[in-house]
């Protein structure tokens, strides 16, 4: 995908920013074609397992609306129905158990690409069912969906299988295609009609795929756990670009070269927010409960804080004074950063896109070869108050990088600074102390950079304590322990079970051989998603 392309949305947003979800009902699929599975089946499960425990465990709005999880081997298999992420971690956790034991050496060998079109079109069908059956029970949320195909082949020719063999296919309920080819670790050679850079997304696209072509694409993710954790956070971000989140105003210019009335008219740059991490304090309470506040369902959030949420307002930073890059005293800086780029915004036109990535652009390099930071005044009007009373102000730093981004940071205000009183640090420290101290210091192993990822807290191991210790599993684990001298011990776990309606399997897509939807609600005497054997293994884990 090229720098300047809006992505897969331009044909439209699903809906006002202010009530959009997060993220769009996803479907996973996975190549369970041998060698394909064998290769990646050991990561690709610790990273699932690992981002379900840090996604049921985030406080506030559910940041995944829907997931499922299907299998292409010689048939399609469905690991997980669609079903909503947050306070489902049992479910999750099961089906990274079933996942963990499909066969990895069985099965025909071989490229896999029409199993992969059969596994794509089973799930718009299984997605189409699940929207008839919510639309009758009047809780319809979203009528596309964005598909996910993991594989370990090469993802250029899945791309050009996955064309040629969904060109005849109704793809009106899908919103984007992502074909993630998963490497070896290092960058693979390109085939001899190929031309591949890991580093970029590919947006791919033909005349004779006009369908397909907008909203298919490709990435490359190396066959490890971080990596592959990483992409599976990607779906906690807001991905809309239904409007942009923030526009960056500059001075007027005053330059003649900058053209026609410019040195009337402020510059403006029109900026997508993403998060930089997760904030600690979405984790700090129950999974299920209120937690702390964070403004993602206030009203009126604070107005000393940007948010990348989807209920955010459109933010106005007003630059007012350029600062020298070691004139900021990091004691003073507060609260997340934040990541700002151009904005990919579907509903600006190509020629006004392509001129704010180039004003963008400017600004970046300009404020590097200066050695500047920017300081810029944010105002906010409580409701209720009179015109004649001052709004609200709040300070940010805006910092350049040598990537195409800029980093926003909140700057403490005259109100909120406490008395620092320190003296100044002598020129020569005692000699005694400075031999011990120095000793010391050469013990320690010097890195360039700080790489968080070297930065292990054993956080998903203790989210998945906590999402497992319900009360309900603690009777279970009660009733385990007194039965424990009384009978055997129990056989070994049966695979968790799909609960959908098997989709019969079909050339094409089309409104005449889908299914209807369930004719109504389930049974009290219909079986649980879990056998007692089931529960008291998930115990275990």
């Known amino acids: 995908m090229s720098s300047m392309d809006p992505g897969p949305f331009h044909h439209g947003g699903p809906g006002p920013s202010s009530t959009r979800p997060w993220q769009l009902p996803r479907l996973l699929i996975l190549d369970g074609t041998f060698p394909s599975w064998a290769d990646v089946h050991s990561n690709v499960c610790e990273a699932l397992l690992n981002f379900f425990s840090l996604a049921c465990s985030l406080a506030g709005p559910s940041r995944i609306q829907l997931l499922g999880i299907n299998v292409a081997r010689d048939q399609v298999e469905c690991i997980l129905p669609f079903a909503e992420v947050k306070g489902n971690f049992p479910r999750l956790q099961a089906s990274v158990t079933e996942l963990r034991s499909l066969p990895r050496e069985e099965g025909r060998a071989g490229p896999g690409g029409e199993r992969l079109r059969s596994a794509v079109q089973d799930g718009l069908r299984q997605f189409e069912q699940?929207?008839?059956?919510?639309?009758?029970?009047?809780?319809?949320?979203?009528?596309?969906?964005?598909?996910?195909?993991?594989?370990?082949?090469?993802?250029k020719r899945i791309v050009d299988e996955l064309e040629r063999g969904l060109r005849d296919v109704n793809v009106d309920n899908l919103r984007r295609l992502q074909v993630i080819e998963i490497s070896k670790g290092e960058a693979r050679e390109?085939?001899?009609?190929?031309?591949?850079?890991?580093l970029l997304t590919e947006q791919t696209g033909s005349p004779e795929s006009l369908t397909l072509g907008s909203i298919i694409d490709l990435q490359m993710v190396d066959n490890e756990v971080v990596s592959l954790e990483m992409f599976f956070k990607s779906w906690l971000q807001d991905q809309g670009v239904d409007r942009e989140h923030l526009h960056l105003i500059l001075p007027a210019a005053s330059a003649p070269s900058a053209g026609p009335g410019a040195a009337n008219n402020p510059v403006r740059l029109k900026c997508d927010i993403q998060e930089r991490m997760l904030s600690p304090s979405l984790l700090s309470g129950p999974a299920n409960g209120p937690g702390r506040k964070t403004g993602l369902g206030e009203k009126f959030p604070?107005?000393?804080?940007?948010?990348?949420?989807?209920?955010?307002?459109?933010?106005?930073?007003?630059?007012?004074?350029?600062l020298r890059y070691r004139g900021v005293c990091e004691s003073v800086l507060y609260g997340l950063p934040h990541i700002l780029r151009p904005t990919g915004c579907w509903q600006l036109d190509w020629d006004e896109l392509e001129e704010n990535q180039h004003r963008f652009h400017a600004l970046c390099h300009t404020l590097l070869k200066r050695g500047w930071l920017l300081l810029a005044e944010s105002q906010f009007r409580f409701p209720g108050s009179g015109l004649r009373d001052p709004s609200l102000g709040s300070f940010y730093v805006i910092l350049p990088s040598n990537s195409f981004t800029l980093l926003v940071k909140a700057v403490a205000s005259r109100e909120l600074l406490l008395p620092c009183p320190f003296p100044a640090l002598p020129d020569d420290p005692e000699a005694t102390a400075l031999s011990?101290?120095?000793?010391?210091?050469?013990?320690?192993?010097?890195?360039?950079?700080?790489?968080?990822?070297?930065?292990?807290?054993?956080?998903?191991?203790?989210?998945?304590?906590?999402?497992?210790?319900?009360?309900?599993?603690?009777?279970?684990?009660?009733?385990?322990?007194?039965?424990?001298?009384?009978?055997?011990?129990p056989a070994q776990p049966k695979r968790a079970r799909a609960t959908v309606i098997p989709l019969l399997k079909t050339s094409a897509v089309s409104s005449s051989s889908l299914p209807g939807p369930p004719a109504g609600p389930k049974s009290s005497s219909e079986p649980p998603l879990f056998s007692k054997e089931d529960e008291e293994f998930l115990l275990g884990m």
């Open 130 to 155: 699940y929207n008839r059956h919510r639309l009758v029970c009047g809780s319809l949320n979203s009528s596309t969906l964005e598909i996910t195909v993991l594989t370990r082949q090469p993802g």
């Open 302 to 322: 604070a107005p000393y804080e940007i948010a990348a949420h989807p209920g955010a307002p459109l933010y106005q930073l007003h630059v007012i004074r350029a």
């Open 436 to 489: 011990h101290v120095e000793s010391a210091l050469d013990a320690l192993l010097v890195e360039p950079t700080y790489n968080p990822r070297q930065a292990v807290t054993h956080l998903y191991l203790h989210l998945r304590r906590k999402l497992t210790k319900t009360p309900r599993s603690r009777s279970l684990a009660q009733r385990r322990e007194r039965q424990s001298s009384e009978q055997a011990p």
């Open 190 to 198: 390109p085939d001899e009609d190929e031309e591949w850079s890991p």
